[in-house]
Nanobody, 121 residues
Framework: QVQLVESGGGLAQAGDSLRLSCATS????????MGWFRRAPGKERDFVAA????????NYAKSVKGRFTISRDNAKNTVYLQMNNLKPEDTAVYYC??????????????WGQGTQVTVSS
């Protein structure tokens, strides 16, 4: 069974930085693309960032490009989301996801429980 556990969320002010972590169970972490999504209050869950199995490719939502960075450490079975220059509109529950293949051109297969990020102005 695959489990994804996010951490690192919390309260921040506009302009601050936070780093989210997602620790995964299982020995096959390195064989799958990983991603971050978020759900703002009253909205649907949206894509934030994704990274291929070996970190050779990344993809970002337009709203976070240049401010957020996704990375992974396959030795630690962990994926990260470094969030810089946070804005109030970044307030959301952030979810980690594991895709079903080595690239992120498939649908996420497993999800974490989410971690709240709240940014005040």
């Amino acid at each position: 069974q695959v489990q994804l556990v996010e951490s690192g969320g919390g309260l921040a002010q506009a302009g601050d930085s936070l780093r989210l972590s997602c620790a995964t169970s299982g020995r096959t972490f390195s064989g799958y693309a990983m991603g971050w999504f978020r759900r703002a209050p009253g909205k649907e869950r949206d894509f934030v960032a994704a990274i291929t199995w070996n970190s050779d490719l990344t993809n970002y939502a337009k709203s976070v490009k240049g401010r957020f960075t996704i990375s992974r450490d396959n030795a630690k079975n962990t994926v990260y989301l470094q969030m810089n220059n946070l804005k109030p509109e970044d307030t959301a529950v952030y979810y980690c996801a594991r895709y079903s293949g080595i690239y992120y051109n498939t649908d996420p297969e497993y999800w974490g429980q989410g971690t709240q990020v709240t940014v005040s102005s």
